[in-house]
């Protein structure tokens, strides 16, 4: 089949954000969001999904992360759902839990053509890498919303934030892999359409 790709760029009195996604990548990854924390996450993201991955975003950090966060994972949501088309032969859902060190977490996606997230955070720390644990929550919610996916994140145990998040975002990857993996010709529902 054709490589799956898919752009996206949006500019507003907040931020500026450029994505570009290829779905048969080599997990190959140019990040840079001006927030070192996320750069890492979406290294990750791509590495462990497979996806090649461009994305810069220039925001107002003077403020704090969260409209770069919220940006960036509305530009992701969109340049992914552009590059899944028609979503016809992908496994359409994927499962992963990934540790990291002591952390533990859970990443169930359905790429269903419907938008709900499910965050279960109840261990996370109040700060991490500097900025409020809700700023993830932000994130993953605009992704799911932009990408129309159903996603439920788990953090099941651990203590350490940046661990917490990292295994989220391996695991997050890992389940966009298998979710996205092509294994036949027919659109994946019972309705016969996902877009
Ligand atoms: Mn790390």
């Not at 261990?123 to 799911?144: H, Q």
């Amino acid at each position: 089949m054709n490589e799956r790709f898919g752009a996206y760029s949006r500019e507003t009195g907040e931020t500026r954000v450029a994505v570009e996604i290829g779905l048969d990548g080599s997990g190959a990854a140019a990040v840079d969001t001006g927030y070192g924390f996320a750069d890492h996450m979406l290294n990750l993201l791509a590495f462990w999904a497979g996806f090649d991955l461009k994305l810069t975003c220039r925001g107002d950090l003077e403020v704090d992360a969260h409209h770069s966060l919220e940006d960036v994972a509305i530009c992701l949501g969109e340049a992914f759902r552009q590059a899944l088309g028609d979503r016809a032969g992908i496994a359409r859902v994927g499962l992963a839990k990934v540790p990291m060190d002591e952390a533990l977490c859970e990443v169930v996606v359905d790429l269903s053509g419907r938008a709900y997230l499910v965050y279960r955070e109840n261990v996370l720390p109040p700060v991490i890498a500097g900025e409020e644990k809700d700023v993830w929550r932000e994130f993953f919610k605009s992704f799911c919303h932009s990408a129309r996916a159903n996603l439920h994140i788990h953090y099941e145990y651990g203590q350490n934030g940046h661990h917490l998040v990292e295994a989220a975002f391996k695991a997050l990857g890992l389940a966009l892999r298998r979710a996205t993996a092509v294994e036949g010709a027919r659109v994946p529902s019972t309705k016969g359409s996902l877009d």
